[in-house]
């Protein structure tokens, strides 16, 4: 077991406190989106950029959060792919340190056609690491996790959840091809219910609301999802956003609590007018920058943060904002947004443990051209793949489509980001894909196919469960 798991342990939280008294501390919602980028709700994510939101979607919920909080430019998932992404934000941990890279799958028997072997992906969400529920429930707070779960097998009340619909996949607690609507409305149902429990017993509470996709396509429509479907799947998880809204105004719970939105990665395809490449499965700004916005007491409203984010933050965010003052855990990557969240322009800057963000995807998925690892810092994407053996450079800031590969005329800056990203993987003990020595480009696999491929025979079950 990686040694980050040995210093994760719950009575770090036994001595806690909050800044203003029991009675006032706040209440938390937590809302992950399904596959949801900036071509899927109709607010503009960059007030800079103004195809940064859809001309087509419509998304009032999300619109009302921005309307009265702020929201993050630069909001990114932790991967480009569902279950490493929710293990993040459960932990504060980024995927290449816990080991969960990739969908809960595993490898049907056969040769693997391509270059390099991906690593397997640790399935089950380890025990031994601290959740932001642990946290929360040893300070005194009621918590549950509704909707879909997918970071392995094991119940959601092990890992501080006293609420929950189970150790969900794609397929809901009914286990079928398109939970929704059903569950986007019953969950959001026992979400209102979970909420006015608490507030009559007097405990502040924790809720995180899930969501999953619709897997169902059209006859002769690919292998992707047609656009009927994501626009449906949107307006059902915006409408029961609303509804959430709704229950918090009636219960008079708004002024107390706070509204995180965020969603597990970007959407699959292409992101239509939105200036940023490539979508799902890919390490490029289309697969991994989200939909972040941040509502609650103290926080400006209408406010545009350019401070890049990720979902590793949310741990240690509510931590502080819950008046929680013991200590991260070491191996805690994310820094509190709190000092940002109070400023009524959303300037400042988060302590982390490093000041680099990495995305680290060792996987054949989708297209994305093979295993690839990404580093942010200062304005600056590297992105090295390991197939093609390159390292490419980019000013987000200028070309946030990922044109313009500056690795050539700005080598001491890719030369920087490159030893940062490193040095990273070395620390954390990263797995990496490894070369294939039976590889013959003969008889080479689609890159795309090889991850999907290793759905039929997985430990999650049937196919839908691979998201």
């Known amino acids: 077991m990686k040694r980050i798991f040995l210093c994760l342990m719950v009575l770090e939280f036994g001595a806690v406190a909050w800044s203003a008294g029991a009675d006032t501390a706040p209440n938390f919602v937590v809302i992950m989106a399904e596959a949801q980028g900036w071509p899927n709700t109709s607010v503009r994510m960059d007030d800079r950029l103004p195809a940064s939101k859809s001309a087509v979607f419509k998304t009032p919920a999300v619109e009302r959060l921005a309307r009265e909080g702020m929201r993050f430019a630069y909001g990114y998932a932790l991967s480009p792919r ?58 005194g707070y009621t918590t549950a996790h509704l909707g879909k779960w997918h970071v392995g097998r094991t119940d959601p009340a092990k890992h501080g959840f006293d609420e929950s619909d189970g150790a969900t996949g794609n397929g809901g607690p009914d286990n079928v091809a398109s939970p929704n609507p059903k569950q986007a409305y019953g969950m959001t149902e026992r979400g209102v219910a979970f909420m006015t429990r608490a507030q009559k017993t007097g405990k502040p509470f924790y809720l995180q609301l899930s969501h ?199 080598p001491e800056k890719a030369a920087e980001l490159d030893a940062r990203l490193a040095a990273y993987l070395k620390d954390v003990a990263a797995q990496m894909a490894q070369p294939n020595p039976h590889y013959d480009p003969s008889k080479a696999d689609d890159p795309s196919v090889d991850e999907r491929r290793a759905g039929k025979g997985g430990k999650q079950g049937k196919k839908r469960n691979e998201k």
């Open 82 to 139: 569902c279950t490493p992404s929710r293990a993040a934000l459960f932990t504060g941990i980024g995927p290449a340190a816990l080991g969960m890279t990739y969908v809960g799958v595993g490898r049907e028997s056969g040769p693997v056609r391509t270059a390099l072997i991906p690593p397997e992906p640790v399935l089950e969400l380890p025990t031994a690491v601290t959740t932001v529920a642990e946290m929360l429930k040893g300070a």
């Open 212 to 410: 999953y996709p619709n897997q169902e396509r059209k006859e002769g429509g690919g292998g992707g999802r047609d656009r009927d479907t994501v626009r449906a799947e949107a307006d059902e998880i915006d409408r029961t956003v609303l509804q959430l809204l709704g229950a918090l105004d009636t219960l008079g719970l708004t002024g107390g609590t706070y509204v995180i939105y965020t969603a597990d990665h970007g959407g699959q395809g292409r992101n239509g007018n939105v200036p940023l490449a490539g979508g799902k499965g890919a390490v490029t700004e289309g697969g991994l920058r989200v939909p972040f916005l941040i509502r609650g007491p103290g926080i400006a409203g209408d406010v545009c943060s350019r401070v890049p984010v990720t979902a590793c933050d949310v741990w240690p965010t509510i931590a502080e904002l819950a008046g929680v003052r013991a200590p991260l855990p070491a191996a805690v990557e994310g820094g509190s947004l709190a000092a940002v969240l109070r400023d009524p322009e959303g300037r400042g800057t988060v302590t982390r443990s490093r000041e680099e963000l990495v995305f680290h995807f060792p996987h054949y998925d989708l297209g994305n051209g093979g295993p690839a690892t990404a580093i942010l810092l200062g304005g600056y994407k590297l992105v090295r793949n390991y197939e093609r053996k390159t390292a490419r450079l980019y000013d987000l800031e200028r070309d946030p489509g990922e044109e313009r590969d500056l690795a050539a005329s700005r």
